[in-house]
């Protein structure tokens, strides 16, 4: 018996149906939802390619049941803003962050989380919050620079 | 300039009109596959570029885009010939067509025309076509454009997107001349911009794949989705060239989603219409392996033959100057070492994948590839589908780093949809599958002697190099491996560029491999030979009681190693190579040639008590020749020294019973933000041929981070990767 569930994501509510409901949340955006914006990457929470929000909060989607987040509110990469207008978005185009780009959107949720609590981290704040992330690109120094220039910009009030 | 493309003959050179009007551009290859499509008819043409009647300008290229930012820079070759502005330049990615094969693999083109993104080559090898193309484009606009003001051709030029008549200022747009430019006769020497004339290339412009890969939308291999599409994952024998000796798939196709169970060449395929039942119908799966004999091969036992053969009389000669074995037998001091170097795995972030859609007379294929032309000869050779009738459709990559230049990731999924019943099928490998199922950078063990003369400067230079060949495994190149073992990448910057000036030198080569895949790793052979000669060269000038820094300088002196010498002298410089530095932190300097760049590093390091290393700084010098685009220059250079610093720190495939001991980044670590040093890039753009980006960086930062340890501790790191317990005081 398949076992349905209704979501929310990016503000929507989505019903889903699932074989397991042990899926992770990470197949489920990807396969029954189209939004392949959260990447597989390593499957076992220890690179950050599938970050997402629940309920604001960062989290990693390849380790989060399905059935865990019924009725909480899920925000991916597609839901962070509406045109790619997010500070964050906007700083990584402006520092041209993203090489392959791959763990990009992960990373940028996760920034989001931190920026969300804390208007003006300082490096050791962006490397703990970053620190559950890999880049096999290189690009850290470029991201951290990113996150610094977005906090400005929040601060000003972009 | 490549052989086979010579612009003087426009043969080469393709004008048509476009659908729906326009001008296009392409290229074929006489003598390759695929010709005759190409040289149909107008509409057929696989273009390079096309401009619309509304004026748009497509460029269309066969490059992959793995970051490196080739796309960019090619768009920006075409953009700057064609004088347009490059904003309104819009990239398309091409199919497969011999239009895109890629010059630098000419040589190869006994199994079909190369279309093929590696070897640092998309700028300096493929970008002077791009550049040919945007300059005839050019000079059928200027004609077209007389023609329809009716002056003098000589009195009309191009600038940003218009013909212009000088004299008067009239102007008329490409838009409305691109029906008739594709009226005109190709140019027989279209006439590329001088240097001096540029206004795009050289300056830092940002790229077109930014925003899409911020947002979500941008389309990588794992990403691609079919109509009727199923997902499958491969359950592969642990031991590398094991097969399967029985299996039941009874478990598994109770897995609620699974489909079908099927056996290929790779292994037993699960396939279901999502990721999570095929894992958990492999993970079901009862299979009895037939092992093979790479079962009995374990690191520690390699790593003991190699060491034996390394003493043995047979070896393949890469490079002999003068009388190595007399210059050591009375030089007046010697130094002998021995280095070790592991597997490395490639770790793309998106695991390997691919989508393909067999239909019995034809293929279609979606990958995130580095090698569309091998994918097809493969696949080929594997369904007997001619290549003409094979298309492969290039997604964005999540890294490439040469694992995508193999074809095993598309094979899987073609077998699948084939065996499935026609159907496409996506294969997803696991973390764990793309980790323990790569082509692995050579392992090698490495035996070093040299003589030094009273001045404390050699006289004579042995290496030797015992490991895997990568040619042995990839067999499109297969001929390139000698009778006597030699193969080339294993001695690459070790035999081939020698910039030392030492007289009498011997590095030769004794190709061994027990059964361990072994393939392109960014950089290839220099990723190892960088680290050994610049480590041993280390120790010579320690023993001398010289300078690191003067000591090389010296060493330069020969004209081929002149622009080497000046990155050296350049970084020393940025890096403030002799002034003090905060207590207890230590510099080390080292220099590689690769991919026709030359490329200098400093480290700055400090060595805890327990051993941990922390890598502060590196200062990089490069001269690439001319440059296209220094912002991805930059980042190119940032990304291959994290590339080649997280490798000399945790970079280590281990063998057991011929299976690979690490899993998933838990085992195989990855350097993390925090361990990320600053990075400062200095370009120079030195005269000679222009060379590559994407490798060359690699190679100096782990012996210049070694090198800084031993300034640091005294104590010389001679096996890869750094571990704390060799440096704990
Ligand atoms: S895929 Fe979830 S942490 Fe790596
Ligand atoms: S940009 Fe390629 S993995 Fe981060």
Known sequence: MATSLTLNVNGKSRLISVDDPDTPLLWVLRENLGLTGTKYSCGIAQCGACMVHVNGEPALSCITQVSQVAGKKITTIEGLSRDGGHPLQKAWIAEEVSQCGYCQPGQIMSAAALLAKNKNPSDAEIEQAMARHICTCGTYNRIRKAIHAAAAMTRKGA | MDAIFNPKRRTFLKVGAATGGGLVIGFYLPGAAGVAEAATGPTKLNAFVKIGADGKVTFVTGTSEMGQGAHNALAMMIAEELEVDFKNVRIEQGGIDPAFANP??????????????????????????????????????????????????????????????????????????????????????????????????????????????????????????????????????????????????????????????????????????????????RDALEITWDEGPVAKVSSPGMYQSWAALAKGPTAAERLKTGDVATALATAAKRVESVYEVPFLA????????????????????????????????WVSQLTGVPTSAITVHTTYLGGGFGRRLESDYVLDAVETSRAAGNVPVKVVWTREDDLQHDFYRPASHNVFEAALGADGMPTAWRHRIVGTSILQYFKTFGHFLRKDGMDPTSAQGAGDYFPYDIPNVLVDYVNNNPGVPSGFWRSVGNTQNGFLLESFVDELAHAAGKDPYQYRRQLFSKPHAARLRAVLDLVAEKAGWGKPLPAGVHRGIAAHFAYGSYCAQVAEVSVARDGKVKVHRVVAAIDPGWIV?????????????????????????????????????DNYKILRMDEMPKVEVHILQGKGEQGGIGEPGVNPVAPAVTNAIFAATGKRIRKLPIKPEMLRT
């Open chain 2, 104 to 281: 630098r693999y000419i040589g190869f083109r006994a199994v079909g025309g190369f279309q093929a993104t590696g070897g640092s080559s998309s700028v300096r090898n493929v970008g002077v076509r791009v550049r040919y193309a945007g300059a005839a484009a050019r000079f059928m606009l200027i004609s077209a454009g007389a023609e329809k003001m009716k002056e003098l051709r000589s009195e009309c030029v191009a600038e940003n997107g218009y013909v212009v008549h000088k004299p008067s200022g009239r102007k008329v747009s490409y838009g409305a001349l691109a029906n008739d430019a594709a009226r005109q006769v190709a140019p027989d020497d279209p006439v590329l911009k001088q240097p001096s004339e540029f206004k795009i290339i050289g300056k830092a412009t940002p790229r077109h794949d930014t925003p899409p890969k911020v947002t979500g939308k941008a389309l990588y291999g794992l990403d691609v989705k079919r109509p009727g599409m199923l997902i499958a994952t491969v359950a592969k024998c642990p031991v590398f060239g094991g097969k399967v000796k029985s299996f039941s798939a009874d478990r598994a196709l109770k897995v609620k989603g699974v489909k079908k169970v099927v056996q290929i060449s790779s292994g037993v395929a699960v396939v279901a219409d999502g990721f999570w039942a095929a894992k958990k119908g």
């Open chain 2, 629 to 665: 685009n220094p912002a991805t220059v930059e980042r190119q250079i940032e990304g291959a020294i994290f590339y080649g610093l997280t490798a000399a720190l945790y970079g280590d495939i281990t063998i057991k019973n011929g299976r690979v001991e690490q899993s998933n980044f």
């Open chain 2, 346 to 377: 490639h770790v793309c972030m998106e695991p390997m994948n691919a989508t393909a859609h067999f239909k019995g007379d034809s293929v279609e294929i979606w990958a995130p590839t580095q090698a569309q032309s091998w994918n097809a000869h």
